[in-house]
């Protein structure tokens, strides 16, 4: 019930604002049919990277691990716009989550000693408030990045909304063999962790690039 509260679109976190990537990728000529290709991308890249993180924070002792994924998430994030936008997203979230769960001392202590707040993290932390284990964590991670972004293709292609649902429910076993292994990756990490650091030098190089009348925020 509580993965669900998280997973809607009406539960104020700002990701109605963002495109992943995608609103550069349409500038430069990617058209409707190649918008399943690009979630799936994403979810096998920065997606899982996300996702382990995610699972990490659901899983956390205290306010030393978050901060310490912080610095992992942001090693992760060599773009400074990208961080930036990151760090929006995590402070929505957090802000919400902190709202919904105003007696869990470690989301309020962490929403006052971040400096990073990344989405992943924050979301990893409501989780934990939740009582949503890692796997799920996971889970929900990976759905909120393929569901954001057929989210933004109904706003920057001619879409039939139906069209950017299905293309979210087509890539559901992935998201699960996804998770799991992003559970696993977190569950098993010391020292400089097993958190996966996938490259995504494409969505890199879009995102420096400055865009006029832009819809979305990244």
Same mark, same amino acid.
């Given at each position: 019930m509580l993965e669900l509260l998280l997973a809607d679109g009406r539960t104020p976190t700002g990701g109605y604002a963002h495109s992943g990537g995608l609103e550069a990728a349409v500038a430069e000529g990617l058209d409707a049919p190649g918008v399943p290709g690009f979630i799936r991308a994403r979810l096998h890249t920065v997606g899982s990277t996300q996702a382990a993180l995610a699972a990490a924070a659901a899983g956390a002792a205290g306010l030393e691990d978050l901060l310490a994924l912080d610095a992992e998430a942001a090693a992760r994030t060599p773009v400074p716009a990208v961080r930036a936008a990151d760090r929006r997203l995590g402070l929505g979230l957090l802000r919400t989550a902190t709202a919904l769960w105003p007696e869990d001392r470690l989301l309020a202590a962490y929403l006052g000693a971040s400096a990073l707040?990344?989405?992943?993290?924050? =979301?990893?932390?409501?989780?934990?408030? /939740?009582?949503?284990?890692?796997?799920?964590?996971?889970?929900?991670?990976?759905?909120?990045? /393929?569901?954001?972004?057929?989210?933004?293709?109904?706003? =920057?292609?001619? =879409?039939?909304?139906? /069209?950017?649902?299905?293309?979210?429910? /087509?890539?559901?076993?992935?998201?699960?063999?996804?998770?799991?292994?992003?559970?696993?990756?977190?569950?098993?990490?010391?020292?400089?962790?097993?958190?996966?650091?996938?490259?995504?030098?494409?969505?890199?190089?879009?995102?420096?690039?400055?865009?006029?009348?832009? =819809?979305?925020?990244?």
């Open positions: 707040s990344p989405r992943a993290v924050a =979301l990893g932390a409501a989780c934990r408030a /939740a009582g949503i284990p890692p796997p799920a964590a996971a889970r929900l991670s990976l759905y909120e990045d /393929a569901a954001a972004v057929a989210s933004a293709a109904v706003k =920057l292609i001619a =879409l039939d909304t139906a /069209a950017a649902v299905g293309w979210v429910a /087509a890539v559901e076993a992935e998201i699960e063999d996804l998770a799991r292994a992003a559970a696993a990756a977190a569950a098993g990490r010391s020292g400089a962790t097993a958190i996966p650091s996938r490259a995504t030098p494409l969505l890199d190089r879009r995102a420096h690039a400055p865009r006029a009348g832009r =819809l979305f925020a990244s």
